[in-house]
């Protein structure tokens, strides 16, 4: 299995662009998380999804942020409009299991506001 | 409640030494508790896991220690090598909805 794969592994955007992150996770795993990673505040949950349905988005810091899962190989990320405070690294994760076992991670998108 | 402490923020050991990073929950319903390891440009990556059922669990030279009774566990690199200079990250769930990363640690292992 090729692991879970992120695109665009960087993107640099100006401050009001849309901004669309994508991620393939690993087929079977039934459970797909976004990350955002940040210096001051570590990994953060943004949100997560079971069957393609999104369980828990209270990680998710605003209305700007949007994320959807539309079948079991694919998922978005959306930010509209981008701000400079979004500039983070961005991570899919997917697993088989609830209660973090089997997290794969992918390599990340590092996304960067000017 | 939800947190896990972990420390120290950055550790700097020469080679062959023994690096250990630790960590400290609330919540005593956390049932598994894994390691992650994460190299720049990466993504954190399933280092080892361990259920508070054990004391320890060896992988290589790798062991995490675990004090139920403390709400503690620890990670102990032995022989530490410059390859495992990497940022380290303590985790906690429970079986359900309830996930949560430390803070992390920035391992550099000197030549």
């Known amino acids: 299995d090729a692991g879970v794969i992120q695109s665009p592994r960087h993107e640099v955007t100006e401050m009001g662009q849309e901004v669309t992150l994508r991620c393939k996770p690993i087929?079977?795993?039934?459970?797909l998380f976004w990350y955002r990673q940040t210096m001051m505040r570590g990994l953060e949950l943004l949100i997560y999804?079971?069957?393609?349905?999104?369980?828990?988005d209270s990680g998710m810091p605003e209305d700007r942020f949007s994320a959807k899962m539309p079948n079991a190989s694919f998922s978005t990320l959306k930010i509209q409009p981008s701000e400079p405070r979004d500039s983070a690294v961005y991570f899919c994760?997917?697993?088989?299991?609830?209660?973090?076992?089997?997290?794969?991670f992918g390599s990340g998108t590092r996304l960067t506001v000017v | 409640q939800q947190q896990v402490k972990q420390s120290p923020q950055s550790l700097i050991v020469q080679k062959g030494g023994i690096s250990i990073i630790n960590c400290a929950y609330e919540n005593t319903a956390f049932d598994y508790f894994p390691w992650y390891q994460q190299f720049p440009g990466k993504g954190p990556a399933l280092l080892i896991a361990?259920?508070?059922?054990?004391s320890e669990k060896k992988e290589g030279r790798f062991t995490i220690s675990f004090n139920k009774s403390a709400k503690q566990f620890s990670l102990h690199i032995m022989d530490s090598q410059p390859g495992d200079s990497a940022t380290y990250f303590c985790?906690?769930?429970?079986?359900?909805?309830?996930?949560?990363f430390g803070p992390g640690t920035r391992l550099s292992v000197l030549p």
């Open positions: 087929s079977g795993h039934d459970y």
């Open positions: 994760a997917s697993s088989p299991l609830t209660g973090g076992r089997g997290y794969t």
């Open positions: 361990i259920r508070p059922d054990v």
């Open positions: 999804f079971n069957n393609n349905v999104p369980i828990d």
């Open positions: 985790a906690a769930s429970d079986y359900g909805q309830n996930f949560v």
